[in-house]
């Protein structure tokens, strides 16, 4: 009879079970949600008794006070509810006791996924999500400019700023702009970090962030009205606490930078670091310091005048502007206006040229570059760590799957004794909660482990611009990762046991007759771990391949052996063109006398250093084009390409012929000629800047093309100036040695000490490591990508282990019986190979078809010539799914083949 009423009581879904687990917990949190119910049921109980003549009072006293009535109810819901939990959460612990081994592949698998979706959770967060430490960050717009064949570029000139921000000031829109922050020496008495990272601001930038300082003020209106009158400086948090010890009487103070002795004014908040988190800054000075300072990064020169000051110069775009638009709708009335005074701009300092237009886009989480840069790497390897959970989760379901047909006859005799289905469920579901509560615990040692530890590996300060943030949004995702987990591996286990049969369960012996037909879904769960693992071990393949293709990638330079010195004149040097050419002799001249220097040359923005020059450009056959097509250039002393290693592929490169009194000649790469002569002979033809210019250069050689900038992206047409017909002097000092690079470095800073004692040092870095630095991005998706790989080939391998151990053990009467009747050891080994291959083959077809459906998907971030179709890489990832899962099935088929037939027999 109560194995009847058990069999009654599974007509309770699962469905059901969670909709009154949400019901308990509802009355749980909200206790007057139950008196409510209650008082509802006793009105409808009222209305029935008045419909069969009973008065109100008769039907109360009939019930009883409806405050007993509640409480009654209260602890038969609530309260015993609670006991019932305990009992099962007790149950689970002790079953889960029993299997420690068990409890700790399925804790272990599953921490590893919810840590590893943790962790990279983490760095989406930091980079994709996080919004900038101010208040309404929405409010934040990001201005810049585009076209004119330049691409979208977020600079733009000081003095359009400050008409940006006349106008904005009648809509209550507030505008600021900064500089790029760059490392500049701190002066010899200061302590602490030999650098500070600076970045130039205008007078409304802070006020405009609507932050406050820790200490002081901040940069104002009053501190920016004439260059060089205001040597005041903010300093970060960050500095404050490191360089000055967090002194509390910092204001005052001075700092000495780049030989200037700056004020400190204020001390920025903590985590406040500028509006590009890719490139934090340590210290904010005026804008119009920027000639005193002889500072200011990246920038636009259009017919501009580098040795003055920039903030004069309509010409020079080198200013991030952002707007704060405090009302919905302003952005739109004002970028007509704006985009105005842009092309007015552009009317007077290049009336033949296209006007830019002005761009806005949000910033809420500050400049866009990063997410440019590294959005497509970490959304894919979140989808990797998702999917790495799911395998997790699959091989823990078909672990519990097994596990549960195993524990069928328990579970026949529970609900012959009169436990319900729900219950049964309920206890299930527990167990699977508890498995994914130790499970998340664990998960939270390793995210925070593995947060760090992820971009140490790829070289965190050495290339990747940001660091794990573990904020609530990591939290929230790592608890609610942990509970549907638990609860999905819970109504697994569950629903399986609904579809059982008690009765006959009762009858068996552990399943021995008929065990292997009980697990499909673990079959299938089999190969859908098989496929998935397929998917990340290719993936690991291709991306692994895809960084060595890159660091074999043809830079079109010879990067080893070359060392690089950046460096700086002392402020307000104007050096005339005789002068120049005498300090390039004396820097060349001391850096060759240095022993293991083979050769040296300078340039004006080097090697793989992401500084570049542009400019456009015409041509005597189209003197007006519409739109003048664009290229890049440099300046270089004769011996350049020798010592960088650059091919001279068609004509000379500089001689002694080629001198400041000689008509100007460049040197053009491959992609210069292609673009501009497709068809034609390069050499001996010319062109200009303009229509003044137009047949100012002229072409005497081609080199091959050189990634300069980028290995991740192809030559851009370029040619290169001699030093000697162009004044200033190239700073950047680039030497070859015959030995280790590193080891000239100490030789090399005394030389140019030698050359000019006023030459400042701003670095001085070997080419191949700051080829490898920018290799940093691909480095973290290879390592990451390769440890999910092996770590869903272990899980496959388990799920496999785990499955087919569970259908031998269950299948031991009939290997028996078949080695009975004649088959042998290896027949019945091959029986379990064969079974296991069949399920890695479906799963592999099936991985296959899902590696080439992401293909297009992964193609963009693979640089180094690898296709996602390789099938040198797909190959190799079928023979690793196949070929260790089948020698891990091979554990329980060689368990088989040992079976004795006479002990069969005798059962």
């Known amino acids: 009879m109560a194995a009847a009423g058990a069999r009654g009581g599974r007509g309770a879904g699962t469905g059901a079970i969670a909709m009154g687990l949400w019901q308990r917990l509802g009355r749980t949190v909200r206790p007057g949600k139950l008196d409510q119910d209650i008082a509802e049921e006793m009105q409808h109980h009222l209305a029935m008794r008045a419909g069969e003549g009973k008065s109100a009072r008769e039907v109360r006293l009939r019930f009883g006070p409806p405050e007993r009535i509640g409480a009654e109810a209260h602890e038969r819901d609530v309260v015993t509810w609670l006991e019932s939990c305990l009992q099962d959460l007790r149950h689970a612990g002790r079953m889960l006791r029993r299997s420690p081994g068990f409890t700790a592949v ?3 698998s599953l921490a590893l996924g919810i840590g590893a979706n943790a962790a990279i959770f983490s760095l989406v967060n930091a980079v994709l999500l996080k919004t900038l430490p101010v208040p309404e960050p929405q409010q934040i717009v990001l201005l810049g400019q585009k076209g004119n064949g330049m691409g979208s570029m977020p600079l733009l000139s000081y003095p359009l700023v400050q008409e940006m ?57 009053s501190d920016t009205r004439a260059v060089g009158a205001s040597p005041v400086v903010v300093v970060g948090y960050g500095f404050w606490q490191k360089q000055l010890g967090g002194a509390v009487d910092v204001i005052g103070r001075t700092i000495e930078l780049r030989s200037v002795k700056l004020t400190i004014v204020g001390v920025a908040p903590r985590g406040f670091t500028g509006l590009n988190p890719a490139n934090p800054a340590d210290v904010w000075a005026p804008v119009t310091m920027q000639a005193v300072l002889h500072a200011g990064g990246s920038r636009m020169s259009v017919n501009g005048d580098d040795s003055k000051p920039w903030t004069s110069q309509e010409q020079i775009a080198w200013l991030a502007a952002y707007a704060r638009m405090p009302r919905p709708g302003s952005a739109a009335r004002l970028q007509g206006e704006w985009n105005g005074l842009l092309a007015q701009s552009w009317k007077r300092i290049a009336p033949d040229a296209t006007p830019m237009t002005l761009t806005m886009s ?63 469920a309920r206890q299930l579901v527990t167990e699977g909660v508890l498995l994914a509560a130790l499970a998340g615990a664990a998960a939270v040692a390793l995210a925070l482990w593995l947060s760090g530890f992820l971009v140490r590996l790829a070289g965190a ?38 579809r059982g049969r008690p009765a006959e369960d009762l009858k068996s012996e552990a399943g021995q007759a008929s065990g292997g037909k009980h697990v499909p879904l673990g079959r299938w769960l089999v190969i859908a771990q098989v496929a998935l693992s397929l998917l990340l071990v290719a993936g690991a393949g291709l991306f692994a391949r895809n960084l060595a293709g890159m660091f074999h990638v043809n830079l079109g330079f010879q990067p080893d052996h070359l060392l690089s010195a950046e460096l700086l004149l002392p402020p307000g040097t104007d050096l005339p063109l005789a002068a120049s050419l ?166 090399l800073r005394a030389a140019i000490a030698t050359a000019d004692p006023g030459l400042r040092v701003f670095s001085i870095v070997p080419v191949r490591e700051r080829v490898s630095r920018l290799l940093s991005r691909d480095k973290l998706v290879a390592q990451l ?26 299948r031991t009467s009939e290997f028996g019986l078949r080695m009975a009747l004649g088959a042998t050891r290896g027949g019945v080994l091959g029986l379990v190979l064969g079974e296991t291959a069949r399920l890695l ?42 070929v260790l899962p089948l020698l891990a099935a091979a554990i329980p088929g060689w368990r088989a083949a040992r079976a004795d037939p006479a002990q069969v027999l005798r059962r």
């Open 461 to 498: 300060g050495d290339g990747v611009p940001f660091q794990p943030d573990l904020d609530w949004r990591v939290w929230v995702l790592l608890a609610g990762v942990a509970l549907v987990t638990g609860v999905v591996l819970g109504l697994l286990p569950a629903w399986q046991a609904k």
């Open 165 to 221: 921000a006349a106008s904005g000031r009648a809509e209550g829109v507030e505008v600021g702009a900064a500089s790029g922050a760059n490392d500049y020496r701190l002066g010899p008495n200061e302590t602490g970090p030999a650098v500070a990272s600076l970045q130039l601001v205008t007078g409304g930038y802070f006020s405009g962030l609507e932050i406050k300082p820790a200490l002081g003020r901040w940069i104002n209106d």
């Open 841 to 882: 083959a479906i799963g592999a077809v099936i991985g296959v078809g899902l590696v080439l459906l992401c293909g297009r998907w992964v193609q963009p971030l693979l640089h180094g010539g690898v296709a996602t179709a390789d099938p040198v890489t797909l190959a190799a990832a079928i023979a690793v799914m196949i």
């Open 785 to 810: 990508s390769g440890g999910f790989g092996l770590l869903a080939l272990l899980l496959a391998c388990l799920g496999v282990y785990g499955v087919m151990a569970y259908a031998v053990a269950a």
């Open 106 to 108: 399925v804790v272990i």
């Open 362 to 424: 949000h910033g809420a989480s500050g400049d866009g570059q990063l997410r440019l840069e590294y959005g497509g790497p970490l959304r894919m390897l979140m989808a990797l760590a998702a999917l790495m959970l799911l395998i997790a989760i699959a091989n823990v379901a078909t672990l519990l799957l097994a596990r549960t047909v195993r524990r069928r006859r328990e579970i026949a005799v529970r609900l012959a004794v009169g436990i319900s289905s729900g219950r049964l």
């Open 582 to 747: 005498a300090l390039e002799q004396r820097l060349l001249r001391q850096a060759r006398a240095i022993p293991g220097v083979t050769t040296a040359a300078l340039s004006d923005n080097g090697l793989d250093a992401n500084s570049n020059s542009n400019s456009g450009i015409v041509f005597p056959d189209d003197p007006n084009p519409k739109e003048k097509p664009r290229a890049e250039e440099d300046t270089v002393t004769r011996s350049f390409f020798g010592t960088v290693g650059m091919n001279l592929v068609r004509g000379r490169g500089f001689d002694p012929t080629d001198t400041a009194h000689s008509p100007a000649v460049v040197v053009v790469n491959q992609a210069f000629a292609r673009a501009h002569y497709a068809g034609r002979d390069p050499m001996g033809q010319t062109f200009g800047y303009d229509r003044d210019s137009i047949g100012k250069f002229r072409i005497i050689g081609v080199v091959a093309d050189a990634r300069v900038n980028d290995p991740h992206k192809p030559a851009v047409p370029m040619f290169y100036h001699l030093a000697d017909q162009v004044a200033g002097v190239p700073l950047r000092l680039v030497v070859r040695t015959a030995g280790s690079p590193s080891a000239m470095a100490a030789p």
